[in-house]
């Protein structure tokens, strides 16, 4: 199998700088299933190719690593020359920085879009007719499958299922990278290897920011996940879920409104403070800010030498972009950078990537949720993550009142499904916490009126140590 991504961007020898490969060296990579070797065939100004083929050794997938167990029951299989998941695997063994969309040499070129032609020879197209167009050609590719005529056609064995696909197209080359990744077995309708919910959570990583709006969303989740009910409709739930976030969430007027109303008081700048010194008292070296929206908390943990990993999540792929530009990581030093991690991800599922952590966060995020959906954050943070430290901050709704200009029974924010009274919150809470396991303190956030209380009510759960 035989993967080429070409460009005539000039100079075009960027090409190699943003797929962090020298085109005057072969690359070669040990895989589990064989290896993979990289190189460029050619490289100019006006035109550069990278290409990409991996050498599987089909003995080995069968009989596996002296464990008596392969990942193929078949000596005869077209693995070892149709492209296929085992490609998806090697292009993210070879090619993950690059898919991450980082360049160390050309970081500005890593959101530009690119003229950019791939080529995948030869791939099994199993799929409904013309699915490499319908896969790809909404994503924004000219696409040419041209099939390839095979001897078994004389015996009527039907027609090959097998193409060589060309993608053309002006994207980043980490878009291409990830349409490729996803595409490809799906397009094969085939995977090598276990899916189970990691491989669901690979899924969502690599299609975040296309695969919500993609028309044939259904089928590409179908086929990724091997038609597992459980996993499919998670997945689907949350590329909605995701949709309505960034819908809902853009970045120019996400808190607009509620910030006019809090300035006067700096209530946003206390609310940091107040959360970042409380898990500084907490002891926890490695936290989590849930609902991290553009970054203000991570960069207030960023000046704290006791949080020794500091991570966001956020639905918003728009806000985590922001919160990226907001830390300015491309200036980082890599010590520094090593702390922090970006993940794209919704609060009210279960994400293995976020257990064992020493404390989470939930900064004015609680009441953006519906409330039919609590019981699945609750479950989500207490039960599934569990910290032993766990920080909330809500609006106080009753402070509303003295906020000047804003009408009787209003809320802060056109996206909040609720505000809370101190009752309320307490109750919720209290509640929250007696059924995981958890003792639960209360602190007002701001100016405390006598009768009103404070404008930001604070919930501090702690279940044993921070570790």
Partial sequence: MLLTISTTHRPATDLGFLLHKNPDRLHEKELAFGRALAFFPEAGEDRATFALTVDIDRVQLVRGKGDGEGLLDQYVNDRAYAASSFLSVALGKVLNTAMAGRSKHRPGLTDTRLPLVATVEPIAARGRDGMAARLFEPLGYQVQAQPHMLDLERLDWGASPYVTLRLEGMLTVREMLTHLYVLIPVLDNSKHFYVNADEMENLLAKGAGWLDGHPEKEF???????RKPGL?????????????SDEEFAPEIKNAGEETLETPIRLNDQRM????????????????????????????????RQF?????????????????KRLKFDRMAERQR?????????LTYRDRRLAGY???ALVEVVEHVDADRLPALERAVFEFMAPPTVVVTTPNREYNALFEGMAPGAMRHRDHRFEWTRAEFEGWAAAAAAGHGYAVRFQPIGPVDEALGAPTQMAVFTRGAAR
């Fill in 358 to 360: 020493d404390a989470a």
């Fill in 338 to 346: 090593a702390r922090f991690k970006l993940l794209h991800g919704a």
């Fill in 308 to 324: 020794e990993e500091i991570v966001g999540v956020d639905a918003s792929l728009h806000s985590l972009e922001r919160a990226e």
């Fill in 232 to 244: 499919v409709r998670e997945a689907l739930a949350r590329l909605s879920e995701t949709a309505a």
């Fill in 220 to 226: 590409i989740v179908n086929c990724a996940l091997r």
């Fill in 273 to 304: 403070e107040t959360v970042t010194a409380t898990l500084l008292a907490s002891g926890a070296r490695r936290v989590v800010d849930l609902g991290c929206g553009e970054g203000r908390l991570l960069r207030e943990l960023k000046d704290h």
